[in-house]
T-cell receptor, first 109, second 118 residues
């Protein structure tokens, strides 16, 4: 069971790049790292997933160092609509889908 | 693709009554579904893992007789909150895993159900 640790909250301003780091020291060999975004009164939404090195899609980048004990979600040029809670999940074949506390990102004008 | 539909989105019920929440995978088959409860300003708490054709696995502290889960088909899981009390008021969310896929991109969430017990 790979437990995750994230900052409880972060503040940013529109147009800035935001990096949220997640620690997962006991990640297993077959575990993937997945990030979700959640707005109030909505279900979590998939943002990005990776196993190692760097993954980039149209909304974010995910950086994973060689030891895979942490990962960093990078949101380029955030806007007010990026204000949400971001969750990092680590899991493999054991169907482990337990959420950590998440990071509450507030983007200010 | 991979859409999970959750219904109803909001429900208000009286204390002592039961409420059923449905979670449907619209365009894929889901062998495994997950049910979560989320209180205001808190993270999602896993309540149970629902497996098609077998009994659900409940997390410690979750009463299986109060939160009845049925996963009778590969596209539908239901959560019934029995004899609801005001403290059961919460946001309930389901999630489904795509059958036959590996862990990558294999989970999708419903939009949640806001339950208010009065």
């Amino acid at each position: 069971l790979a437990k995750t640790t994230q900052p409880i909250s972060m503040d940013s301003y529109e147009g800035q790049e935001v990096n949220i780091t997640c620690s997962h020291n006991n990640i297993a060999t077959n575990d993937y790292i997945t990030w979700y975004q959640q707005f109030p009164s909505q279900g979590p939404r998939f943002i990005i997933q990776g196993y190692k090195t760097k993954v980039t899609n149209e909304v974010a980048s995910l950086f994973i160092p060689a030891d895979r004990k942490s990962s960093t979600l990078s949101l380029p040029r955030v806007s007010l609509s990026d204000t949400a809670v971001y969750y990092c999940l680590v899991g493999g074949s054991n169907n482990d889908m337990r959420f950590g506390a998440g990071t509450r990102l507030t983007v200010k004008p | 693709g991979a859409v999970v539909s959750q219904h109803p989105s909001r429900v208000i019920c009286k204390s002592g009554t039961s409420v059923k929440i449905e979670c449907r995978s619209l365009d894929f088959q889901a062998t495994t579904m997950f049910w979560y409860r989320q209180f205001p300003k808190q993270s999602l708490m896993l309540m149970a893992t629902s497996n098609e054709g077998s009994k659900a696995t409940y997390e410690q502290g979750v009463e299986k007789d109060k939160f009845l889960i049925n996963h009778a088909s590969l596209t539908l899981s239901t959560l019934t909150v029995t004899s609801a009390h005001p403290e059961d008021s919460s946001f309930y969310i389901c999630s489904a895993r795509l059958t036959g896929t590996d862990r990558r991109y294999g989970y999708t969430f419903g939009s949640g159900t806001r339950l208010t017990v009065v």
